[in-house]
């Protein structure tokens, strides 16, 4: 079975300054690691994902996570956050075989970016 | 164009009625998933189909029937309606051969039973 953990429910930071919103995950197996994030009353949006190669991926709006294999983490990062960065993060896990490939969601950060 | 397109986006129905969304994705992907956001913005996969074949049926209410007519469509409906059915449903769809490529979501149909 695979799972996902996300510790933090809300992250609140200063404009200006670095965000850093954890996920942990578990799987059997080679993992594809996925953030998603949410804004009030819309879908879900792709933001970035780890399959292979470099363990830091950068993303969109300038958001990039780091892959550590030995610690099962892919935390999100930005090195200056913005006010419009507020919103509902998800980190989302699969395995690289089987015929499902499911995606598994965390259970979502909350980020408040304070002006 | 909208890849992944959900009707309604809000739905607010009475106890016992039955009805459906319906989702369509224009990216050419071959599977097709619904998922359920609850009050707590908890997100849990429902049904996967794949080419037109369900490939995942988690623990939910035989009351839940997706419906898919082609690869393209993944409609869900749901009879009986109960209180406790209120949630945010979300239509995706991803590309599984290519099991790295992210999943698309739709916008979401907020259902409400009352």
């Known amino acids: 079975a695979q799972s996902v953990a996300q510790p933090e429910d809300q992250v609140n930071v200063a404009e200006g300054n670095p965000l850093t919103v954890k996920c942990t995950y578990s799987?059997?197996?080679?993992?594809?690691l996925f953030w998603y994030v949410q804004y009030p009353n819309r879908g879900l949006q792709f933001l970035l994902k780890?399959?292979?190669?470099?363990?830091l991926v950068k993303g969109s709006y300038g958001f990039e996570a780091e892959f550590n294999k030995s610690q099962t983490s892919f935390h999100l990062k930005k090195p200056s956050a913005l006010v419009s960065d507020s919103a509902l993060y998800f980190c989302?896990?699969?395995?690289?075989?089987?015929?499902?490939?499911?995606?598994?969601f965390g259970s979502g950060t909350q980020l408040t970016v304070l002006p | 164009d909208t890849a992944v397109s959900q009707t309604p986006k809000y739905l607010v129905t009475q106890m016992g009625n039955d009805k459906s969304i319906k989702c369509e994705q224009n990216?050419?992907?071959?599977?097709m998933y619904w998922y359920k956001q609850d009050s707590k913005k908890f997100l849990k996969i429902m049904f996967s189909?794949?080419?037109?074949?369900?490939?995942i049926n988690e623990t939910v209410p035989n009351r839940f029937s997706p419906k898919s007519p082609d690869k393209a469509h993944l409609n869900l409906h749901i009879n009986s309606l109960e209180l406790g059915d209120s949630a945010v449903y979300f239509c995706?769809?991803?590309?599984?051969?290519?099991?790295?490529?992210?999943?698309?979501f739709g916008q979401g149909t907020r259902l409400t039973v009352v």
């Open positions: 995706a769809s991803s590309q599984v051969n290519g099991a790295g490529t992210e999943a698309f």
């Open positions: 799987v059997s197996g080679n993992p594809y």
């Open positions: 780890y399959i292979t190669g470099d363990n």
């Open positions: 989302a896990v699969k395995i690289s075989s089987g015929s499902a490939r499911q995606l598994t």
């Open positions: 990216l050419g992907h071959d599977t």
């Open positions: 189909y794949n080419n037109k074949e369900l490939i």
